[in-house]
């Protein structure tokens, strides 16, 4: 990476978390060349959901801060998003915010335990330890085991359905 894009990449964040302290924060924030185009993708995150119309106004904010301050050297597609339903939990935020939820685990070995892999819902979180339910009962690991942990969409259950009408 170029240095005057690292420079870009550094101000864009500060702006954001300066600009939408308390509202929004930045879960990833990358420069990639795609097919021979520059892209500069921002995927927020915030202690409420994400709406589209968040995702417009931090667009129209940074695309506005970005021509005031002439950071970027070539044309660029700025693309705002969340990360998802099914998102990778990386910082103690994202495990705090996500109990209660289903998530793909993905142990490290350790010591006598193998790499493994398994769904459990995730119960509690402490920067040492993770307590989940899974299928076949509670278990709890340290958080340095976790190689990958990831939210699992559900579908919401479908009310039964009744004799309505017969």
Not at 46 to 59: A, F, L, N, Q, Y
Not at 96 to 117: F, I, M, S, Y
Not at 134 to 162: H, N
Request: hydrophobic fraction near 35%; include cysteine; aromatic fraction near 8%.
């Amino acid at each position: 990476m170029e240095s005057w894009q690292k420079v870009a990449l550094a101000k864009v964040r500060s702006f954001v978390e300066t600009a939408f302290a308390g509202r929004f924060e930045i879960y990833d924030l990358t420069l990639k060349s795609v097919n021979r185009r520059l892209v500069l993708e921002l995927l927020l995150d915030g202690p409420t959901p994400i709406r589209i119309k968040d995702c417009e106004e931090v667009s129209r904010a940074v695309e506005a801060f970005l021509d005031e301050h002439d950071l970027m050297h070539r044309q660029y597609t700025l693309e705002v998003s969340s990360p998802g339903v099914e998102r990778e939990l990386r910082r103690p935020v994202d495990f705090e915010r996500q109990r209660g939820r289903l998530v793909r685990w993905v142990l490290k070995a350790d010591g006598d335990h193998p790499r493994e892999t398994f769904r459990g819902r995730l119960e509690a979180f402490t920067p040492d330890r993770i307590s989940v339910q899974t299928e076949s009962g509670p278990r709890e690991f340290a958080l340095a085991r976790v190689e990958e942990a990831r939210t699992v969409f559900e579908f919401p259950s479908k009310p039964p359905r009744g004799n309505k009408g017969r």
